[in-house]
């Protein structure tokens, strides 16, 4: 889990840094460095590449890479740090989302828990003079999509492999990606083609690293850890980007953090 928050951590950083190229370029070269992995996995184990679940598997697709895009979108608009730790309030709105169309049943105590999730969202955006209005209302899209991804997949459920239901998401992402580059195309120079291209490697290991850690059997104890990553870029970001955070704003995202660790433990 450590190794994934690591992966993750260095796929934000880079995206920070390559902001200019824009959410189309961004989304283009991040699907296709995982997209290496992911067709060679299936055609190695021939495994079917067009699944079962077709129309579910796109629904999944788009709402994925629309949540890519989001926020690929925000990162120049908001702090690294502040972009992912928002992102990550994605449980909660698949929470809500499946009560409506999985039927799911909540706990009041969840509920407690997303409400200190919520007061940490209003604490970073009410005392970091840094957090764009723009940029809040494109990473809590990319939240909202997010969470859509998550019902998404629980609907497919064990119908399609999970390599296949991640190529889909990565073919759909090269085409949007695609044409959305012709309308905004900056040419890379030098290392930025090594640093795009490995935006999809350092995604895919993430991806790999944690699914191991997930299925370790110990997942409780390692669940945790998977938000160390928000703390390691926030590190990362004051460092490399002289990202300023004030004290309400770190007080903020511990909430969320801490909010959202508690659902799942209880959930579990």
């Not at 939240?143 to 399609?160: C, E, M, W």
């Not at 160390?228 to 002289?242: D, K, N, R």
Request: aromatic letters at 16%; glycine letters at 10%.
């Amino acid at each position: 889990m450590l190794l994934s928050a690591v992966c993750f951590t260095v796929m934000n950083l880079f995206i920070k840094y390559l902001a200019h190229f824009g959410g189309g370029q961004l989304v283009l070269f991040r699907a296709f460095g995982s997209l290496f992995f992911t067709t060679s996995y299936l055609l190695w184990h021939k495994i079917p590449i067009l699944g079962n679940q077709k129309k579910l598997l796109i629904y999944r697709g788009l709402a994925g890479v629309t949540s890519m895009g989001l926020f690929f979108m925000s990162v120049s608009y908001l702090p690294i740090g502040s972009a992912v730790s928002l992102r990550y309030l994605s449980p909660i709105f698949a929470t809500i989302l499946a009560v409506f169309f999985l039927k799911e049943k909540v706990k009041s105590l969840q509920w407690l828990f997303f409400l200190m999730a919520f007061i940490g969202v209003l604490m970073i955006k009410g005392f970091d003079p840094n957090i764009d209005s723009l940029g809040f209302l494109l990473i809590l899209g990319s939240a909202v999509f997010s969470g859509v991804v998550y019902v998404l997949i629980n609907k497919i459920g064990q119908g399609d492999h999970p390599v296949v239901i991640v190529n889909y998401f990565m073919w759909i992402s090269i085409i949007v990606g695609g044409i959305l580059s012709i309308f905004k195309w900056t040419t890379p120079v030098g290392l930025e083609w090594v640093l795009l291209l490995s935006l999809g490697v350092f995604g895919y290991f993430g991806q790999l690293f944690m699914t191991k850690a997930f299925q370790s059997q110990a997942t409780n104890r390692v669940v945790s850890l998977k938000y160390v990553e928000v703390i390691f870029t926030m590190i990362a970001g004051v460092f490399w980007f002289s990202d300023a955070y004030p004290l309400f704003s770190i007080v903020g995202t511990l909430l969320v953090i801490t909010g959202l660790i508690l659902n799942i433990c209880y959930r579990r």
